[in-house]
């Protein structure tokens, strides 16, 4: 009698992990067909495994949780997905009921005046009603965008990692629940020492490969934001970092430098002494000012020079004015003009700002003609 309380704590574990793989999964049919094609293979399903019980004592011994991998079958056909992407849900949905199984197991042996299965199946429903939406939530949320958005060897890996932890969580049910031989004992404890070790040797790799992959992106996101000829941050970078100083409400001073006659170069002497001209200038004008501040390109022949306002602007703005660089392989340096604005005296926005910086390099520009 009491085996009916045993039988329907696992139809709560099938459920669970029904309803969660349920709501990960992209269906094919609707969702009445699922429940109806489902509940006629879990009656096939459970009569076998209610002729096993009547054999063999393999109560609570994980045995279930290697059967139901033959769920596979019908949820290749009524869910639309890889079977790769459907076995990592269904370990995921596994490990945790199993664990959940488990941790019941152990709870209910606490109350021996109690009958076993009974309270079994009464704690297990506990903790389910405690855990479930949380669990849901995170596979929902956070294991399927790792799963959708990982790279084919890290999907390869979280499969195998998965599948490890599944056979940990029998092995650890088997120990705890079965007396066992002395030898078949020891077997079990070498290979749950055998499966911890892969699940902690997989999960490193995972880790390697996620900060592999972070790694990449912020150097891809570097090289986005630097000018491929000077080395010089660019616009892109400029107007996120002068923003930034803004939003924190931080002073500074903004010169906006337009190269005099650049076209008059790339006429007379070619591109790639245009281009030899502008790196020149790049690295002479970082040189003498990258102790103060940034230097960004922003165009063809247009820098910004960003100062955070401290003691000695006035010294700074001199420096800008006074700035020049040896001849460029033969090329005389034909100066720059060069318009500055500060936030937050001349202007609050930060358009404003370059507005106001590139009016004055203009007007100085039309005062030298």
């Not at 793989?21 to 609707?30: D, E, G, I």
């Not at 990692?161 to 079965?178: E, K, P, R």
């Not at 006659?261 to 200038?281: A, C, E, R």
């Not at 660089?325 to 604005?341: E, T």
Request: proline residues 2%; positive net charge.
């Amino acid at each position: 009698m009491e085996n009916i309380f045993f039988v329907l704590a696992m139809l709560e574990m099938l459920c669970v992990n029904m309803y969660t793989f349920h709501k990960c999964s992209a269906k094919r049919v609707s969702t009445f067909a699922v429940i109806l094609v489902m509940g006629i293979f879990t009656v096939l399903v459970f009569s076998t495994f209610g002729l096993l019980l009547g054999k063999l004592n393999i109560l609570g011994s994980g045995a279930f949780m290697v059967l139901g991998v033959v769920y596979l079958v019908p949820l290749t056909f009524l869910y639309r997905q890889p079977v790769s992407y459907s076995v990592s849900i269904m370990c995921s949905c596994w490990i945790y009921t199993m664990l959940i199984f488990v941790l019941s197991a152990q709870v209910s042996s606490l109350f021996p005046q109690w009958s076993y299965k009974i309270s079994l199946l009464a704690v297990q429903t506990g903790l389910y009603v405690l855990t479930i939406r949380p669990f849901s939530k995170f596979v929902t949320q956070k294991f399927l965008y790792i799963l959708k958005n990982a790279d084919q060897k890290t999907k390869k890996l979280l499969l195998w990692l998965g599948v490890s932890w599944c056979l940990f969580a029998i092995l650890l049910n088997y120990t705890m629940i079965f007396d066992m031989p002395s030898f078949g004992a020891k077997i079990t404890k070498i290979l749950s020492l055998c499966a911890s070790a892969a699940n902690a040797l997989m999960t490193y790799q995972i880790f390697y490969s996620f900060r592999r992959e972070n790694q990449n992106a912020l150097e891809f996101g570097i090289a986005l934001r630097l000018d491929a000829l000077t080395g010089l941050k660019n616009r892109t970078a400029f107007f996120e970092e002068a923003q930034a100083l803004i939003d924190s409400h931080i002073p500074f001073t903004l010169f906006f430098i337009d190269l005099d006659n650049f076209k008059s170069i790339n006429d007379d002497y070619g591109h790639v002494k245009g281009d030899l001209y502008l790196k020149q200038f790049s690295d002479s004008f970082s040189a003498g000012f990258s102790s103060f501040g940034t230097v960004y390109r922003i165009s063809g022949d247009e820098f910004v020079f960003l100062h955070i306002n401290g003691k000695h602007d006035h010294l700074i703005c001199q420096k800008v004015g006074q700035f020049n660089m040896r001849d460029c392989d033969g090329i005389p340096f034909k100066g720059f003009s060069v318009g500055s604005a500060s936030y937050p005296e001349d202007a609050q926005t930060l358009n404003l700002l370059v507005a106001a910086a590139d009016k004055q390099m203009y007007e100085g520009k039309k005062a030298q003609d």
